[in-house]
């Protein structure tokens, strides 16, 4: 029971922080966009924007990054708790273990994929509608669309990282690349707090059925 309230709270934090993290991205939407305009109007004279101005738009870029970093470290630990939460509830050998199914981030070529084999397979394994004595019958099923379109947000995001932080910009093409990054940024948030949302309610559905299943067993057997 404590890891099944450990995994639905942190399910729960991971969502506020995400919905604190799109309101900083929403604020970041505003300062890129004002550091364009002001490039775009005076080039000239950007660099010498007094001082109140410069130091709003540092504090937002470096409010996003600890939002960033923080928010990260309690989905994996979500991550973590909900596949050892279901390696507890399934009766089936999973294709990971808890810790693989954080480490694979860090992975370099392999988080391209793992990461998203990882939440398919967790995503299956839960579904309360499956029979766990007809394992054949899960083999044809595709993730879900809110899975895939997480995951595709995930990559693209990673893809705009990258290229800010090797393509040479001036200020108002940094500030424009960075405006489009924050719209992706904010989907992506929208999906994984969507795709948090409905792991945690599956797991809460699978438990509750095997539970009942075990008290009908119970009663049939005393």
């Known amino acids: 029971m404590d890891l099944y309230k450990n995994t639905r709270r942190l399910a729960q934090a991971v969502n506020i922080l995400l919905v604190i993290h799109v309101l900083l991205l929403f604020a970041g939407l505003y300062v890129h966009l004002w550091a364009y305009r002001q490039y775009s109007a005076m080039p000239e004279l950007y660099w010498h924007l007094p001082h109140s101005a410069r130091d709003f738009e540092r504090f ?5 990054l600890g939002s960033f970093f923080i928010t990260a470290i309690f989905f994996l630990l979500w ?16 294709r990971f273990s808890p810790g693989w199914a954080v480490s694979w981030y860090f992975v370099p070529i392999m988080n391209l994929f793992r990461p998203y084999q990882v939440m398919k397979e ?5 579904d309360p509608d499956a ?9 044809g099923r595709t993730g879900s669309p809110l899975l895939k379109g997480w995951w595709g ?7 705009l990282a990258g290229v800010s932080a090797f393509v040479p910009m001036d200020p108002g ?4 690349f960075m405006f489009l990054s924050s719209i992706a940024g904010i989907l992506l948030c929208l999906a994984a707090f969507l795709l948090v949302r409905a792991i945690d309610r599956r797991l809460a559905k699978k438990r509750a059925l095997l539970e009942r299943q075990i008290r009908e067993k119970a009663r049939a057997f005393p």
């Open 153 to 159: 947000l995930w990559l693209l995001n990673h893809l």
């Open 60 to 64: 937002v870029i470096l409010a996003q």
């Open 131 to 139: 029979d766990p004595s007809r394992p054949e019958e899960g083999k």
């Open 122 to 126: 967790m995503w299956k394994e839960i």
């Open 173 to 176: 093409e940094s500030a424009r």
């Open 79 to 94: 991550t973590y708790r909900s596949y050892r939460h279901l390696s507890a509830l399934s009766d089936r050998n999973l």
